[in-house]
């Protein structure tokens, strides 16, 4: 069967310090991978998605960035984080052929408070 | 755009009663619709799916039901138990190879033993 694994599960870090966030998957080949961030109040939004090792799309600009070096793993970076980045990061996958239609599964989530 | 609204946003019944949760959204034309639960300080977890040309889903005491031309999804829960209590959203993806899903702001489900 398929998990996924996000870590670290809780973050605290400073206000311009750097960030980064891991997901995998395992039990499964060339999986869509994608980040959500899940604000207090607020609905998820989605950060980035990602269909290939190498192949990220941005959907909202801000101060984070992804990244897909091996066909299962995906990471969410910053250089400089900004009290606005706070909040409750999810990364999910779905399987591929060819679409992003298939079912949505989380990881755990990631806490990241920013102070 | 599609938008995804869920009323109430928070819902407490007695241990054991039957109950529904409602989905609207304001766009027909989808994909597929999808019902989660995130219990607190945790991750979603996937429910049902429903695919456009299906009218429900069930899956043990839960069934999804779809009407694409009213704009809404329904969870139902039978004899709901106090291990229910979580928050359940829902989310619609449009049609298109590389639609994305919109996601409603969830009901929070609060079951009374």
């Known amino acids: 069967s398929q998990t996924i694994h996000q870590w670290p599960a809780t973050l605290v870090q400073p206000v311009g310090s750097p960030l980064s966030l891991e997901c995998t998957v395992e039990g499964t080949s060339n999986p869509n991978l994608y980040w959500y961030r899940q604000a207090a109040g607020r609905g998820l939004q989605l950060l980035f998605y990602?269909?290939?090792?190498?192949?990220i799309s941005s959907e909202v600009p801000q101060n984070l960035s992804a990244s897909r070096p091996q066909d299962r793993q995906f990471i969410l970076s910053s250089k400089k984080l900004l009290l606005s980045d706070s909040g409750f990061y999810l990364c999910?996958?779905?399987?591929?052929?060819?679409?992003?239609?298939?079912?949505?599964?989380f990881g755990e989530g990631s806490r990241l408070t920013v102070l | 755009k599609q938008e995804v609204t869920q009323i109430p946003a928070a819902l407490s019944v007695p241990e054991g009663e039957n109950l529904v949760l409602n989905c609207s959204f304001t766009d027909s034309a989808i994909y597929n619709l999808q019902w989660f639960r995130q219990d607190p300080g945790k991750g979603l977890t996937s429910l049902l799916l429903?695919?456009?040309?299906?009218r429900e889903q069930t899956s043990g005491r839960l069934n999804a039901s779809l009407d694409k031309s009213s704009g809404r999804s329904t969870l139902y829960i039978a004899a709901s138990q106090p291990g229910d209590s979580a928050t359940y959203l829902c989310?619609?993806?449009?049609?298109?190879?590389?639609?994305?899903?919109?996601f409603g702001k969830g009901i929070t489900l609060s079951v009374r033993p």
């Open positions: 990602s269909v290939g090792i190498g192949q």
């Open positions: 429903i695919q456009s040309s299906q």
């Open positions: 989310a619609v993806r449009p049609t298109g190879a590389n639609s994305k899903l919109t």
């Open positions: 999910a996958w779905s399987v591929s052929g060819g679409t992003l239609t298939g079912e949505l599964f």
